[in-house]
């Protein structure tokens, strides 16, 4: 819970506000289901690619009776950001939802441009994880967060992204951009 909303403070220092956010793998509901809560002028989609996952994502959302302003997409990242959620989202969540260069590959075409990637490091923090070059062949450039408690890495979408990304499903994965 600590660490969901450490994004949401991170989201918030870099952009304010956010219209719309996207929960990027969002598995049992984090940080998306604690983002909705702390932001409730924000439009949510919670999207992950286990039709289990969600099923009950879409029942925790109708339970709180979030379902006007939280949507639940059952997809993979790699199809969806080809769809009619590319370049909507203010801010891209990821919490465990990949290696570095799968999470920037399917992260960053959701973005609008201006808009961050917040995702999750590793306790011991990012290290060598996030190469300069490789984000900046997905339009990325690293964005400064304040200090914190916990290991959290931002990125903006500083150029327009190719087409090409992603690539098909599976294939961030196999063959790494960096
Ligand atoms: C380790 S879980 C993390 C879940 C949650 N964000 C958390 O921190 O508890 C990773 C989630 O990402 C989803 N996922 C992994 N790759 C995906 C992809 N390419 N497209 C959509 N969902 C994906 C999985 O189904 C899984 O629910």
Known sequence: MAQARAFVQAVRSA?????????????GGIP?????????????????????????L???VQRLGWDDRVDVVAA?????????LRGQYDAVLARGFGAPAVTA???????????VLVVSDPPEGAGGRWP?????RLGLAPFPLPPQAWALSAFQLVTPLEDRYP????????????
Not at 19 to 24: A, E
Not at 33 to 49: F, I, Q, R, S, Y
């Open 167 to 178: 690539r098909r499903v599976g294939v961030p994965g196999k063959r790494p951009l960096f």
């Open 132 to 136: 300069l070059e490789g984000l900046s």
């Open 15 to 27: 952009i304010g506000t956010p219209r719309r956010l996207l929960d990027l793998g969002s598995g």
């Open 105 to 115: 590959e399917c992260g960053a075409p959701f973005l609008r441009p201006g808009g």
């Open 58 to 60: 879409l029942a925790y």
């Open 32 to 56: 998306g289901l604690v983002a909705a809560a702390a932001l409730p002028e924000t439009h949510c989609t919670l999207l992950d690619g286990r039709d289990e996952r969600a099923r009950l």
């Open 76 to 84: 993979r990242a790699e199809v969806a950001a080809h769809g009619e």
